[in-house]
């Protein structure tokens, strides 16, 4: 599985910001796909993920900001980020696997896109 990210960018605090994850090369309704991100100076840490029905988890930093997607048709995910704070400035990246016990895990997951900035200004 190739993914493609896209829409990262600065924000002022409180703005929102939609961030694409575009895939292709295997049949992505096999995927599990999550969004992880990594600030300056820390660990990848995970953000949210979505399965093939639309079933979702999220990591309680963002839950009630943030929401995940998916258009399975245009195999897109997306992730509406809404109430940004300084404190979610990071790179963000969609990665996808097959297992579905491992989408919090970022040894866990089998493809990786390449990270998006977001940068929230207070």
């Known amino acids: 599985v190739q993914l493609q990210v896209s829409g990262g960018g600065l924000v002022q605090a409180g703005g929102s910001l939609r961030l694409s994850c575009v895939a292709s090369?295997?049949?992505?309704?096999?995927?599990?796909i999550s969004w992880f991100r990594q600030a300056p100076g820390k660990e990848r840490e995970f953000v949210a993920q979505?399965?093939?029905?639309?079933?979702?988890s999220y990591d309680t930093s963002v839950k009630g900001r943030f929401t995940i997607s998916r258009d399975n048709a245009k195999n897109t995910v997306y992730l509406q980020m809404n109430s940004l704070k300084s404190e979610d400035t990071a790179v963000y990246y969609c990665a996808a696997t097959q297992y579905g016990s491992r989408y919090s895990d970022p040894n866990g997951m089998e493809y990786w896109g390449k990270g998006t900035l977001v940068t929230v200004s207070s």
């Open positions: 979505i399965n093939w029905v639309g079933s979702t």
């Open positions: 090369g295997r049949t992505f309704r096999n995927y599990f």
